[in-house]
């Protein structure tokens, strides 16, 4: 992902846990909370 290095992408990954449980970008809206 452009924009994204080791240190934010590590931070992702330990907020999310299991990131095959996100199936695409509005289950990802929907867990933090963002989606309408």
């Given amino acids: 992902m452009p924009g994204v290095g080791p ?3 590590a931070t992702i990954l330990a907020e999310l846990g299991d990131p ?3 199936h ?3 289950a990802l809206a929907r867990m933090a ?3 309408p």
Wanted: aromatic share 0%.
């Fill in 7 to 9: 240190i934010v992408a």
């Fill in 20 to 22: 095959t449980r996100i």
């Fill in 24 to 26: 695409d970008g509005a």
């Fill in 33 to 35: 909370g963002t989606a």
